[in-house]
């Protein structure tokens, strides 16, 4: 799968603090290419952004018991992406949700790969990818008392984007334009 850099880390983090710098704070570089940033990425809907196609991207938030999509992605699950509402979910979320969707996909192993027709198959070439990230509710943390920690987290649903591996190379190449056009190439 081709690589995207997301510099929600070293700026996103950051945006709310405006005279404290932080530790790994890329604000200061290019503050144009932060407003930029922070312009599309925390204002905008996901449609709204330079880099969303229309029809390319899918969202569906599954609520219910707990499933592991490594067993497959259940059809009912299928047949929601599949349904023209998925796109427009993807096009009305907020840009700051599809951002923590797939940068948590990426990061922590939630990507799953589909078929051409969206389901899991071990046997089928890979045609679709399905970044997913969990919602939880807290729980009290054994080793630490009054806190919440991810020991005892229950997940209550999922966040899932579904894109055809096309599209998420089209999406690529207009991520890289954006950010260069914003200029978040030099400042990374």
């Known amino acids: 799968m081709p690589i995207i850099n997301i510099p929600t880390e070293r700026i996103e983090k950051y945006l709310g603090q405006r005279d404290t710098e932080g530790y790994v704070d890329d604000r200061h570089i290019n503050p144009e290419a932060t407003e930029a940033f922070n312009k599309v990425l925390q204002v905008q809907r996901f449609g709204q952004a330079p880099f969303f196609e229309t029809g390319h991207w899918r969202f569906y938030e599954y609520r219910g018991e707990s499933i592991n999509l490594s067993n497959g992605m259940p059809e009912e699950i299928a047949t929601k992406l599949d349904q023209n509402e998925a796109a427009d979910r993807a096009s009305a979320m907020q840009a700051s949700q ?45 080793h630490q008392q009054d806190q919440t920690c991810r020991a005892v987290r229950v997940p209550v649903g999922l966040n899932i984007l579904r894109i055809s591996v096309e599209d998420y190379r089209d999406f690529l190449r207009r991520w890289v334009d954006w950010m260069q056009v914003a200029g978040l190439v030099q400042a990374a």
């Open 98 to 142: 599809w951002l923590s969707v797939i940068r948590n996909a990426l990061a922590h192993g939630g990507v799953i790969y589909l078929d051409e027709h969206g389901r899991s198959s071990h046997d089928a070439p890979i045609r679709m990818f399905g970044f997913v990230n969990g919602k939880y509710t807290g729980g009290t943390c054994p």
